[in-house]
T-cell receptor
């Protein structure tokens, strides 16, 4: 079956702009979680959605937001971009919620955002 | 606050040698612990989780609550084990916290 798909794979924005990233989970998976990966901070949890509800949120400012649709596809949005937002944004899906079971996460290839 | 520490950014061993990737955690309750691996040009993927007590690709990891450690071990490293390894923890707040990773290089 198809894996987790993230679009776009690469994008370049300028400071102050906003960006929307998309994630299509594996068919049947209801949980989608997002992570920011940077060389300095490693992988940091952004938020998790399960059945269209945000189940958990990491320690990121309100400029970072997300949502999940009824087909489990998820989007994350970053407004008023800053240089420090340059990172690889990873999406992961799982059948059950990360909160509900210590199960396996399936990761996408990521969206690499560069903010100039 | 929960924290995962992987003290080695880089680890280099020779093929056939034992390998141990260290992971220490800080958490007051009973965590769920995992090792994820990212091979070159591949996606991040689950290697093993402590609750299943599995041995995957010859790797094992034992949770030591006294030392708050979850070190990943393999008795005989193979070249194909070269990858980035991440230790991760889920606590009662249900947030997945990753360590910063260890890049393992297995030399021929």
């Amino acid at each position: 079956k198809a894996g987790v798909t993230q679009t776009p794979r690469y994008l370049i924005k300028t400071r102050g702009q906003q960006v929307t990233l998309s994630c299509s989970p594996i068919s049947g998976h209801r949980s989608v979680s997002w992570y920011q990966q940077t060389p300095g901070q490693g992988l940091q949890f952004l938020f998790e959605y399960f059945s269209e509800t945000q189940r958990n949120k990491g320690n990121f400012p309100g400029r970072f937001s997300g949502r999940q649709f009824s087909n489990s596809r998820s989007e994350m949005n970053v407004s008023t971009l800053e240089l420090g937002d340059s990172a690889l944004y990873l999406c992961a899906s799982s059948f059950l919620s990360v909160a509900g079971v210590a199960g396996e996460l399936f990761f996408g290839e990521g969206s690499r955002l560069t903010v100039l | 606050a929960q924290r995962v520490t992987q003290p080695e950014k880089l680890l280099s061993v020779f093929k056939g040698a034992p390998v141990e990737l260290k992971c220490n955690y800080s958490y007051s309750g009973s965590p769920e612990l995992f090792w994820y691996v990212q091979y070159s040009r591949q996606r991040l993927q689950l290697l093993l989780r402590h609750i299943s007590r599995e041995s995957i690709k010859g790797f094992t990891a034992d949770l030591n609550k006294g030392e708050t450690s979850f070190h990943l071990k393999k008795p005989f490293a193979q070249e194909e084990d070269s990858a980035m390894y991440y230790c991760a923890l889920i606590g009662s707040n249900y947030k997945l916290t990753f360590g910063k990773g260890t890049l393992l290089t297995v030399n021929p």
